[in-house]
Structure formats: C-alpha cells, structure tokens
C-alpha cells in the first residue's frame, strides 16, 4: 500500500499535479524539438523580409549573408514597377465575392445535410466534396471549353463569354471551395442541439427563420475560422486566373511578382519586397480574426 502511495506522489510531483513521463529531460527534449522546427520554418520568411530592406548594390558587393545597406527604395520601387494598386483592386473584386458566396452556398447546403433527414444526404455532401478529390490540373481542358461555349450579355463580360471576366473567376473558385466548407460546417451544424430547433418549431419558426436567425448565429466561430482560410487560398489562387483571363489589366495580386522580374537579371531584394507587399493582407486578417479562428479549429476538440 505505501510502494502504490509513493508512485502515485512521485507521479504527480510537488504541485500534485500529474507529471509527463520523462521529466525535465523529456520535456527540454521536446522544447529543443520545438525550437529547431519553429526556427527552420521561421527562417526563409525572416530572411525574405531582412533583403526587402537591403539595397541590391549593397548585397552583390559583400554578399547576402552580409549585414548592412538598409533601405525602403525597394518597397516604393516594387510598388510602382508591379502596379500593385490596380492588382489589389482586381484581387479584391475577385476575392471578397467569392469568399462571401462560398460561405453562403456552404451553410445552405450544410444546414440541408445537418438538419434533414432522407435518403440522398450522403450523397448530396459527396458532390459538393467532390471537386476537392481531383486537381485542377486534371479539369483545366473541359472547364475552359465551358467557359468559352457560355455566352452571356457584354455588359457581365465584355468578351461574350465567362473567359476573361471576373464572374467566371469567382465561379470556377466558389465551385472548387464550396464542398470543403459544407463539409466542415455540416459537422458543426449536426452538434447543435436538436432541442433548439424542436423548441423554434413550437413557437412556429419556419425554415428560413431556423437558419438565418438561430443557425448563422451560432456558426458564427466555424465561419471565422473558414473565412481566413478562404481568403488565404483565394487570394492566393493563381492558377485558374492564369487559364481564364486573357487581359492583363485583370490578372489578380499575385501576378505582380512576375513584373518584378528583369529582362537580364533579377533584383532577388525587390522581389522580396514584393512578396512581403502580397502576403501583408492575409496576413492582417489573420490577426484580426486570429481569436476567432483558433476557436473555430478547437471546436469540439474537448468534447467527450
């Protein structure tokens, strides 16, 4: 009885609380781990941002692991040469409709697959989801053809067609972004209590006043945490821009780098700034929707 009482204290230690298996080397072990990783993860985006603020003459004279030469000329130089203020402009045009589609057709087709019961559930959710199971790559053929076959007015497009129009671009990304986010909201929505909506139907909330009043509201952390991930990766997307638009004056942000890029050689330091330029954005709203977002990954991470 006492050998068990004195394992018990040697686990739980001085303060009483359990103790990791290992102790201190164990957890200094784990702490180096963790440090090398953050530190060779950090590392190209700290030395990224150490040469957008040195000048290109400096660091071909004495080298890029040279410390000096400090200057902002490349931030104003990446500005003007990549026209980043009509580039932001075409990205917003392109981002902010997608994002807010996606994450309304999302809650709609999650709160059908949620909330009603009948035979083509599963099967709804499959193809929503299944554009996420094949690479772009695979359906970049048939998906310019449409897009080329759909006439619509001149005023929606001034080419005739979905090619070269901001809507085709914000279509081909709400379709290839709309399965991840039902799937992920799908499973919220099935964690609220059915004792909610039973107690709305009493009172004679219909099913629109279920969903927009009582559902949206309580998806509010899941839809935080997949709005900052759709932003990133629409934002980011260059892919599809490159094949569907064929005018210059529309290509989104991240074509901008490619106007950072000489003739004969290439300023590494000026396309740093311009990197530095492009990921700003997402990276502002991730701070701001940083508590949010942690609460939408961690949602039910404890329950039991």
Known sequence: MDSGNAATKALLGKSGRPQ???????RLATQVFLAVVALVWIFPVAYALLGSFRDYAYTSK??????????????KDAWQQADFTHTMLNSAYITIPA????????????????????KFNLALLGVFTAANLLPPQALLIPVYRMFRSIEVPFWFSESGTLLNSYWGLIAVN???????????????????PRELYESAVVD???VLRQFF????????PPLAALATLE???IYNEFFWATVLLQSGDKFPVTSSINNLRGQFFTDFNLVAAGSVV?????????????????AGLTLGATKG
């Open 62 to 75: 004495h080298g890029y692991f040279s410390f000096g030469g400090f200057t902002l000329q490349n931030y």
């Open 174 to 192: 709400v379709a290839f972004q709309t399965g991840f986010c039902a799937f992920v909201l799908s499973n919220y929505m099935k964690a609220l």
């Open 99 to 118: 994002v807010l589609l996606t994450l309304f057709l999302s809650c709609c087709v999650a709160f059908v697959v949620a909330r009603f019961s009948w």
């Open 20 to 26: 990791p298996v290992g102790g201190s080397r164990g």
């Open 213 to 220: 009043q009582m559902t949206l509201p309580l998806c509010r």
């Open 278 to 294: 492009i990921a700003l954005p997402t990276l502002i709203i991730f701070f701001v929707l940083q508590k949010q977002f942690v």
């Open 204 to 206: 004679g909330a219909g």
């Open 231 to 233: 932003v990133t990766w």
